[in-house]
């Protein structure tokens, strides 16, 4: 397997300007493939993680798919159809089985940090261990998951996202908007703080941060926090 960096570019056009992330809908409707949709964004994520972004193309086989993300091989196809549908991936039949094209993927605008390595324990990515595709707070928590990768401001390293702009990026219900974030910060995807609100005096906010992508000097002077010297760090135990 590729050796991964610590993070990756992940395309965001579809999440910020299209709302590609409402398209993703739980429903009990019987033509509706909810565990197709989950195993759709934790592929979205395997893909990411091995696309070249010169080329824009992941080489990945089903099985490989299937051992990073713990699923079977025929959810890793019916996850990639669901991709395919709404033009995130493409796949050429006349490519080399296994190659798959990250729309977008070679673009340097529209982009956002996407943990990488960090994410791993031998070879597989360890945050699904605890994912089960059969709820529907694991497709909201995803759909957020990516929300916060597209919105994470680079000053702060955090992202700050109200109930409402959630809502409107991703359709998800706000009665549902705190078991995927208790799903996700669960599975160690994300940490959560609740600051105060800028825009109600009496409010709180959640700041959403993303583990595996490291605070900078830069990050935390931008916060307003205390950033001991290099070699205080350096010597700690």
Do not use: C
């Not at 909201?140 to 998951?145: I, P, R, S, V, W």
């Not at 599975?187 to 709180?204: I, Q």
């Amino acid at each position: 397997m590729t050796n991964l960096k610590a993070w990756t570019k992940l395309p965001t056009g579809w999440i910020q300007h299209e709302q590609g992330l409402k398209s993703f809908k739980w429903s009990a409707k019987e033509d509706v493939d909810n565990a197709g949709q989950i195993a759709a964004l934790m592929l979205l994520i395997a893909l990411a993680h091995h696309t070249n972004k010169e080329t824009g193309l992941a080489r990945l086989s089903y099985d490989a798919m299937s051992d990073i993300l713990g699923i079977s091989r025929a959810l890793v196809s019916r996850g990639l159809n669901e991709l395919e549908a709404r033009k995130i991936i493409v796949r050429d039949p006349n490519q080399i089985r296994g190659t798959i094209t990250l729309t977008n993927a070679t673009e340097d605008s529209g982009w956002g940090k996407l943990p990488a390595s960090g994410l791993y324990r031998n070879g597989r990515i360890f945050a699904f261990d605890t994912f089960k595709l059969r709820n529907h707070a694991e497709l909201d928590a995803l759909k957020l998951y990516f929300l916060i990768v597209a919105l994470r401001d680079r000053k702060t390293n955090r992202a700050y996202i109200s109930y409402e702009k959630i809502r409107e990026h991703t359709g998800i219900w706000p009665n549902r908007i705190r078991p995927a974030i208790s799903t996700l910060a669960a599975s160690g995807l994300v940490s959560v703080n609740h600051v105060a609100s800028l825009t109600s005096e009496h409010g709180y906010a959640n700041e959403f941060h993303l583990p595996q992508v490291r605070d900078t000097p830069e990050n935390i002077a931008e916060r307003g926090f205390y950033m001991p010297p290099k070699h205080m760090v350096d010597n700690a135990q």
